[in-house]
């Protein structure tokens, strides 16, 4: 290897690694606002589970992303 060569590749700059836990992994608020809402729809629009409706779509959102991650 020549000498301008060996310079050459000592001032490469290494990319920083990808994080373990893609984009795809962390739904957006609006996606889990609309399987939320399509939630309260599929459960014939009924008042009061706006907590559990949410907190099932993020569960089923995660368990998505993790599974198209892997």
Known sequence: ???????????????????????SVNPSSADVAKRAFELYCERGRQHGYDLQDWLQAERELYAAGADTAA
Request: proline share 9%; no cysteine.
């Open 1 to 23: 290897m020549a000498r301008s060569e060996k310079k050459a590749a000592r001032n490469v700059v290494s990319m920083p690694a990808l994080s373990a836990t893609p984009a």
